[in-house]
């Protein structure tokens, strides 16, 4: 493409983008316009415009976030496969995470009938132990982008554009959504 070309092609995308951000719209001749510049240099004309107006298939990650009430913990089953397959994935030793010996024993006991089948509380109450039995595995404090979270959380997956910056917000409920981060002056 030479500069007069490259000129024009330039122009008549500052052109186009100014009436999408301010109008909305495209008028027709601004269109035709862009159509037969990119038939004469050889250009999609249909996936640059729809680039432009914001309607192609962007690159995309995936974000567990927990739509429940109570907010975001993993199943102590899916921690342990993190755990096992990823190593990713948070740990504390015991004589950190626990101030009493007593606990920690309970806690250790409770996760060996949960594995077995025959806990006595319902799993949002059972503490996951590595295999060593060693550290205490996480189940709030995860990657939310890393896949093998994404495969084995059995919570809301939400897929957002892939170079957008995010937090995780909750209301009081604790249902959990993604907002876009923004910057904010006063």
Request: with cysteine.
């Amino acid at each position: 493409m030479n500069r007069t070309n490259y000129e024009i092609g330039k122009n008549l995308l500052v052109e186009i983008f100014k009436h999408i951000l301010y109008f909305r719209s495209m008028p027709s001749e601004l269109l035709n316009n862009w159509n037969f510049y990119c038939k004469e240099n050889q250009l999609e004309s249909e996936k640059i415009i729809d680039f432009i107006e914001g309607n192609f298939n962007h690159p995309t990650k995936k974000v567990v976030i927990s739509d429940e009430v109570g907010g975001f913990k993993l199943h102590p089953l899916n921690a342990l496969k993190i755990f096992n397959e990823h190593g990713k994935i948070e740990v504390t030793p015991i004589a950190e995470y626990y101030q009493e010996t007593i606990e920690a024993e309970n806690d250790l006991e409770e996760w060996k009938a949960f594995l077995s089948g025959n806990s006595r509380i319902p799993w949002h109450f059972v503490r996951p132990f590595t295999p060593d039995e060693k550290n205490v595995i996480s189940t709030y404090r995860v990657d939310r982008e890393c896949p093998i979270v994404v495969k084995y959380a059995k919570l809301k997956v939400v897929e957002i554009p892939e170079h957008i910056e995010y937090d995780i917000k909750s209301g009081e409920d604790e249902k959990e959504w993604i907002a876009e981060k923004h910057r904010i002056w006063s």
